[in-house]
């Protein structure tokens, strides 16, 4: 059998070459790194996280939490690789994230079934079964092929930003506290408070720093799930002590309260020696980054390991482009996989990639189809991104809002988002999958 030709061996990628190969198809995986990368990608590892360290909720009471458990059951090498390299973050799956690429690229390498090119894809494969899985940052020349290609296909470009991320022993904990939010679980966020004082310098400053140019784009409309700091911050004085400096529920161990406005650390790694700085995406010319968050009380000294980032955006409009099972309609040996569909975020990136491959393995061996149901998050993630209906598509991380509500009527939200998942859990385990 000839081999499925994968472009882009990020999340989607990856897990897509794993299903495809854990069925007897083999694989090709074309990856541009390390001879050119992304300006959002900095190692040579595969399946590597640009931004955060958060898989988000790892809880069935919530949709992400329920695509990760759909995943762990459909065999994921995402999710096996995340599980045994989490680290603890509340009710969350994070990672150590060089530990977690390591440990994808190590089981893709080392696969028989799985061969490995490394060079960058400029044309879209003109024969074969072909999944391109090149991620938000696709490269320039992709992208242009793919334009070429499907001129009606309206691919779109919007901004992103990443968090900067600072070395543990730089900071100052006299000035913070280990604590999650109402003391649930364990004490995993640092946090470091500011006065009213402070937090009005802080935010002036932020709303006065310097941003880097961006050059190249028309359309500089801000992502609202991943908007940079400064930019919410010029949504008014108090914008941000009601979101990312939120101080509810954290109290201060020197004086027993909750501060005026608190700023919370994440742990990056295992080890515990690098943290990100919650919620801080941002665009900010990089020693501007040091001037404002220093001012901080506990990061005054702060060692920054990486600076925020803001990058394009690049996805499809899917809906009537692509069907249920990600591919090109009107060329169905061509599929999408990934963030350039339109899913957005790891985990919905890593799902589009499972189910497309499980799809396209079943169709190459003579199955029928799983028509993964509405009811399952990844089946109705595909199902929104193909909704020919959609008229402004946006691309959207998976919610409840796309799950069809239960017939009967349960009191409490999170006792409704458990029975959702819990019917999801019941559909997935009636599927033939393999
Ligand atoms: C700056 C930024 C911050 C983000 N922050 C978050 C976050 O905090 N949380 C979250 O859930 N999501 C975040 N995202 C979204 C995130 O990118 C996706 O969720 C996820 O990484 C997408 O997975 P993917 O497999 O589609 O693409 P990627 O993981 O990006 O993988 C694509 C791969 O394709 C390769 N490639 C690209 N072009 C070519 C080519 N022409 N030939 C060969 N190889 C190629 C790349 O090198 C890369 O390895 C962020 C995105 C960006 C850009």
Redesign the pocket.
């Known amino acids: 059998m000839d081999p499925v030709i994968i472009?882009?061996?990020?999340?989607?990628?990856?897990?897509a070459a794993w299903q495809l190969a854990k069925r007897g198809i083999p694989v090709e995986l074309?990856?541009?790194?390390p001879h050119?990368?992304?300006?959002?990608?900095h190692s040579a590892d595969?399946?590597?996280?640009?931004?955060?360290n958060?898989?988000?909720s790892d809880q069935l009471e919530n949709a992400a939490g329920l695509l990760k458990e759909e995943l762990r059951r459909l065999d994921s090498l995402i999710l096996a690789c995340a599980d045994a390299h989490r680290v603890e973050a509340g009710g969350a799956l994070a990672v150590d994230r060089n530990a977690f690429s390591a440990a994808v690229t190590e089981q893709i390498r080392r696969h028989p079934l799985i061969t490995v090119r490394e060079?960058?894809?400029?044309e879209l494969p003109e024969e074969g079964q072909v999944i391109v899985?090149?991620?938000?940052?696709?490269?320039e020349?992709?992208t242009d092929a793919i334009r070429r290609r499907f001129p009606d296909s309206g691919t779109l470009n919007f901004f992103?930003?990443?968090?900067p991320l600072v070395s543990f022993e730089s900071v100052d904990m006299d000035q913070a506290w280990f604590a999650s939010r109402y003391d649930k679980g364990t004490a995993d966020y640092i946090n470091c408070a500011l006065s009213r004082e402070e937090y009005f310098d802080f935010w002036k400053a932020l709303t006065e720093a310097e941003e880097a140019d961006v050059h190249g784009f028309e359309d500089k409309s801000v992502f609202e799930g991943?908007m940079p700091v400064e930019v919410m911050a010029r949504r008014g004085e108090d914008t941000l002590r009601y979101g990312p400096l939120k101080p509810k529920g954290l109290w201060d161990p020197r004086t027993g309260r909750e501060p005026y406005a608190v700023i919370q650390l994440r742990r990056d790694n295992a080890e515990g020696s690098v943290y990100n700085l919650v919620g801080f995406?941002t665009h900010l010319k990089w020693p501007e980054q040091k001037r404002v968050f220093s001012m901080t009380p506990a990061l005054s000294h702060a060692e920054f390991l990486r600076y925020g980032?803001?990058?394009?955006?690049t996805y499809l409009r899917s809906p009537g482009f692509l069907d249920r099972y990600y591919r090109v309609k009107e060329e169905p040996r061509l599929a999408f996989?990934?963030?350039?569909?339109g899913?957005?975020?790891?985990?919905?990136?890593?799902a589009?990639?499972a189910l497309c491959a499980i799809e396209l393995a079943r169709r190459l061996t003579g199955k029928a189809p799983v028509d993964f149901p509405r009811e399952t998050a990844i089946g109705a993630l595909a199902l929104y991104v193909s909704n020919e209906s959609i008229t402004d598509f946006q691309p959207m991380?998976v919610n409840f809002g796309i799950i069809p509500p239960l017939e009967i009527r349960i009191k409490g939200k999170r006792e409704k988002n458990a029975a959702i998942s819990q019917r999801a859990l019941e559909a997935l385990a009636g599927l033939d999958t393999e």
């Open positions: 472009i882009g061996a990020g999340l989607a990628g990856c897990e074309r990856e541009m790194k050119q990368s992304t300006p959002a990608h595969f399946a590597e996280l640009v931004c955060s958060s898989l988000r060079e960058e894809v400029t899985a090149a991620g938000p940052l696709a490269s020349g992709l992103d930003a990443a968090a991943c995406q980032v803001m990058h394009r955006n996989a990934g963030q350039i569909t899913v957005e975020g790891y985990v919905e990136s890593t589009s990639g991380n």
